[in-house]
């Protein structure tokens, strides 16, 4: 006990002696680390991915009474294109912006060159290729449900709007909301259940609207059985079958293939040709094109 009380005593001294007579600062040392943690947001099209990335940041910290202190972290959040078909020499296009402790910035994709981030219940995070990010932060209102749900994709939907799903909402019973319009131009989101009109898209695994249509991935009873619905009428032919289809943009992911969604069919202008991820891409599985 005396000899703890002796070694509080000391530290106390020389804290006071620090602050007293010649004042006390700490070391540090701070560095960028390069980039990383790149992820596939998006594709533009047949030939162009959208590729989202952070610089990375350590800083280490001598106090002045020996303690040593480290943290790292991410910043200013980058955006990016390539050539997804043929290997060239760096991005298309890219562009970055200033923000320490950056995070959540690429979600998904919102339209062919729109990719979202960060929380549609807080601040709504859209970038564009070519232009700077816009943040919106919406009003919310309820129609005829008031639980939430925790939003997994953001894609296009009916009348200029777009539509926010949970992992399993559409099926969400009681009083709890299926799914989510969001108006941009109002910064309106409404939380919603299915009417009569749009029961059938329980049964999608991904569902998105082009113009006045509206496009569903159903699966099918067994595997690679599955199909796109075009307003719950019409089966879009496809070259490929598939298990579940992924809309990305106008393009749609069927087995690891990137295909072109169109009207009235599915075009995937070769086959052999898949996407793995994180950043590589294949063709009859040998890498063609490697982004890391």
Same mark, same amino acid.
């Given at each position: 006990?005396?000899?703890?009380?002796? =070694? !509080?005593?000391?530290?106390? #001294? +020389?804290?006071?002696?620090?602050?007293?007579?010649?004042?006390?600062?700490?070391?540090?040392?701070?560095?960028?680390?390069? =980039?990383?943690?790149?992820?596939?947001?998006?594709?533009?099209?047949?030939? $162009?991915?959208?590729?989202?990335?952070? #610089?990375?940041? %350590?800083?280490?910290?001598?106090?002045?009474?020996?303690?040593?202190?480290?943290?790292?972290?991410? *910043?200013?959040?980058? $955006?990016?294109? /390539?050539? /997804?078909?043929?290997?060239?020499?760096?991005?298309?296009?890219?562009?970055?912006?200033?923000?320490?402790?950056?995070?959540?910035?690429?979600?998904?994709? !919102?339209?062919?060159?729109?990719?979202?981030?960060?929380? $549609? +219940?807080?601040?709504?995070?859209?970038?564009?290729?070519?232009?700077?990010? %816009?943040?919106?932060?919406?009003?919310?209102? /309820?129609?005829?449900?008031?639980?939430?749900?925790?939003?997994?994709?953001?894609?296009?939907?009916?009348?200029?709007?777009?539509?926010? !799903?949970?992992?399993?909402?559409?099926?969400?019973?009681?009083?709890?909301?299926? /799914? *989510?319009?969001?108006?941009?131009?109002?910064?309106?989101?409404?939380?919603?259940?299915?009417?009569?009109?749009?029961?059938?898209?329980?049964?999608?695994?991904?569902?998105?609207?082009?113009?006045?249509?509206?496009?569903?991935?159903?699966?099918?009873? %067994?595997?690679?059985?599955? %199909?796109?619905?075009?307003?719950?009428?019409?089966? $879009?032919?496809?070259? !490929?079958?598939?298990?579940?289809?992924?809309?990305?943009?106008?393009?749609?992911?069927?087995?690891?293939?990137?295909?072109? &969604?169109? +009207?009235?069919?599915?075009?995937? #202008?070769?086959?052999?040709?898949?996407?793995?991820?994180? &950043?590589?891409?294949?063709?009859?599985?040998?890498?063609?094109?490697?982004?890391?």
């Amino acid at each position: 006990m005396m000899v703890e009380i002796k =070694r !509080l005593f000391v530290i106390a #001294l +020389t804290t006071l002696a620090c602050v007293g007579m010649w004042g006390c600062s700490d070391e540090v040392s701070f560095e960028w680390q390069g =980039r990383g943690n790149a992820k596939v947001v998006g594709f533009v099209d047949d030939s $162009l991915v959208i590729v989202g990335d952070y #610089l990375f940041w %350590h800083e280490t910290t001598e106090r002045w009474n020996g303690e040593y202190l480290e943290d790292d972290g991410t *910043a200013n959040p980058r $955006l990016c294109t /390539y050539n /997804y078909r043929v290997q060239e020499n760096g991005p298309r296009w890219c562009d970055s912006i200033v923000e320490e402790n950056a995070s959540g910035w690429f979600s998904g994709q !919102l339209t062919d060159s729109i990719i979202w981030g960060g929380s $549609l +219940t807080g601040s709504f995070k859209m970038w564009k290729i070519d232009e700077q990010p %816009h943040i919106i932060n919406p009003k919310i209102s /309820y129609d005829n449900c008031s639980v939430e749900f925790k939003t997994k994709s953001v894609k296009q939907w009916l009348d200029g709007r777009f539509i926010a !799903l949970g992992d399993k909402s559409l099926n969400a019973g009681g009083d709890s909301c299926q /799914y *989510a319009v969001l108006d941009t131009l109002s910064g309106m989101l409404t939380y919603k259940r299915l009417d009569k009109d749009l029961e059938w898209i329980k049964v999608c695994d991904d569902v998105r609207a082009w113009g006045k249509d509206v496009y569903c991935s159903a699966p099918g009873e %067994h595997p690679l059985e599955g %199909h796109i619905l075009k307003n719950n009428i019409d089966t $879009l032919s496809s070259p !490929l079958i598939f298990s579940r289809g992924i809309f990305w943009g106008k393009m749609i992911e069927l087995r690891a293939s990137i295909c072109r &969604l169109e +009207t009235k069919a599915i075009i995937c #202008l070769n086959p052999d040709f898949t996407w793995r991820e994180p &950043l590589k891409f294949y063709q009859n599985d040998e890498v063609v094109v490697d982004l890391e």
